[in-house]
């Protein structure tokens, strides 16, 4: 019963089926019979979990579970505490409304990798990180939501999943670490 973290790297789909001009899972992760639990859009990078345990895939990634994934988004222009706000009590997506969440404006992340290729660069325009903790994970729902409350996501990271974190694992984009299937964190502790 593995259970494996990846650093997916920009661009690389999250699914094993070879794709025509992408990467995918399988150009990064060898072990055989692993599954997402849960994913990433090829646009997104950062912490996803593999794993051949139904059960545990859906502790994962089902959002009834509510387990918190934290990401970091790299936003085009400059939010204010009213956009926080809005992204913090739950955004109207027209499809459904967003559960409430924690969002907060975070410094450029010296930690984090340089993307390749490159987010767009405008001297007129700034960008901003904030960090969002949520329970759900719906289709692109991160970059939705920072567009609904006017400011687009350039760049999204996932950092987390429930107590685990991609930087206190080490691992770099297109890197892999096998986990214990049972090990400290399984209980899936939200970071407060």
């Known amino acids: 019963m593995p259970l494996i973290a990846l650093n997916k790297p920009f661009g690389t789909i999250s699914q094993f089926s070879a794709h025509e001009t992408r990467p995918s899972l399988g150009d990064w992760v060898k072990t055989p019979g692993v599954y997402p639990a849960g994913r990433l859009d090829a646009d997104s990078e950062g912490l996803l979990l593999l794993t051949d345990d139904g059960a545990l895939q859906a502790k994962i990634a089902e959002p009834r579970h509510k387990l918190v994934k934290r990401y970091w988004a790299q ?3 400059a939010p204010d505490a009213a956009a926080l706000k809005a992204l913090a009590r739950g955004v109207d997506l027209g499809d459904y409304v967003t559960r409430p969440c924690r969002a907060e404006f975070i410094e450029p992340p010296d930690a984090l990798w340089p993307r390749n290729p490159p987010v767009r660069y405008r001297a007129a325009i700034p960008t901003t990180w904030i960090e ?4 759900e994970g719906k289709n692109r729902q991160v970059r939705r939501m920072t567009a609904a409350v006017g400011f687009p996501t350039l760049r999204l990271v996932r950092v987390g999943i ?3 974190d991609l930087f206190a694992l080490g691992i770099a ?3 892999t ?3 214990p299937p049972r090990a400290p964190w399984d209980g899936f502790a939200r970071p407060a």
């Open 162 to 164: 429930g107590a685990l």
């Open 173 to 175: 984009p297109g890197e």
């Open 132 to 135: 969002l903790a949520i329970t």
């Open 75 to 77: 936003v085009d222009g």
């Open 177 to 179: 670490i096998e986990l």
